[in-house]
Structure formats: structure tokens, C-alpha cells
């Protein structure tokens, strides 16, 4: 497991919202405190996820003292520890063999919507073993 800080913050009239300094982009809320942890690991998951199909490297966890100095921890009421898997999802580099033009296609297909390939052949595959 690899373990991510998110910064919990509250507005007035509004839920407890979760960021990750780590990962821009990635936040996520909850009605309560309970319910805005639970939701910052599946969100953190789901971001994680999504950036090695796309083919994008994982940064290393910054440490509390980054966190705290990042401008996500102005506001912050409390900080919150995330754990998510990390071998299970490491990616592994293969080798496949194509015809050239089934491999320009798929370069192509990937590319007019805004996906690496081995995201898109990763996709594929998916939606191919479910059925």
C-alpha cells in the first residue's frame, strides 16, 4: 500500500470536500467527516487508476510538512491519510505483435479521443471479457 495526504475542508453551507495536493484535479466530498474518508479513497483509487491507463507516472507521496505548506491546507480543518494499492496496479510493459494497418487504425481511433494507446487497448480488452 502507498499512503497519499488529502486535505479536508468545509465551507460554510457546504459538505466536507477532500483534495490531494498530490493530485490535482482529484477531490471529492462528503456530508460528514466519515462519509468524506470513505470517499476520498474511492476517488483517490479511481484517479490513480485512471492515470496509469492513460499511461501517466504516479508521483510519490509528498511529505505532511509539503502538504501542510501547499495552498490546498489554507483552509483546511483536518488532514486525512489514503491508502491505496499500488503493486496490484503497477503497470507492466508488453511486447505484442500487429498488422500495420490494425495498428495505425488503433493509433488513430486512440488519438481522435484524447487516449494513449494502451489505455485505449486496455479499454478494449475489458469491455471484451465482459462480454
Same mark, same amino acid.
Given at each position: 500500500m502507498v499512503a497519499y495526504i488529502g486535505v479536508i475542508h468545509k465551507d460554510t453551507d457546504s459538505e466536507y470536500g477532500v483534495s490531494f495536493p498530490?493530485? &490535482?484535479?482529484?477531490? /471529492?466530498?462528503?456530508?460528514? @467527516?466519515?462519509?468524506?474518508? $470513505?470517499?476520498?479513497?474511492? !476517488?483517490?483509487?479511481?484517479h490513480i487508476d485512471?492515470?496509469?491507463?492513460?499511461?501517466?507516472?504516479? &508521483?510519490?507521496?509528498? /511529505?505532511?510538512?509539503?502538504? @501542510?505548506?501547499?495552498?490546498? $491546507?489554507?483552509?483546511?480543518? !483536518?488532514?486525512?491519510?489514503?491508502?491505496?494499492p499500488a503493486a496490484s496496479r503497477r503497470a507492466v510493459k508488453i511486447s505484442i505483435t500487429l498488422p500495420g494497418d490494425d495498428f495505425g487504425s488503433i493509433d488513430n481511433?486512440?488519438?481522435?479521443?484524447?487516449?494513449?494507446?494502451?489505455?485505449?487497448?486496455?479499454q478494449a480488452a475489458r469491455e471484451a471479457m465482459r462480454g
Open positions: 498530490d493530485f &490535482p484535479g482529484c477531490a /471529492t466530498a462528503g456530508k460528514d @467527516m466519515n462519509e468524506a474518508s $470513505a470517499m476520498a479513497k474511492e !476517488a483517490l483509487t479511481l485512471g492515470m496509469i491507463e492513460d499511461g501517466h507516472a504516479i &508521483p510519490a507521496p509528498s /511529505t505532511l510538512e509539503t502538504v @501542510m505548506a501547499h495552498e490546498f $491546507a489554507e483552509s483546511a480543518v !483536518a488532514f486525512i491519510v489514503v491508502d491505496v481511433f486512440a488519438k481522435a479521443r484524447g487516449m494513449a494507446r494502451s489505455a485505449f487497448l486496455v
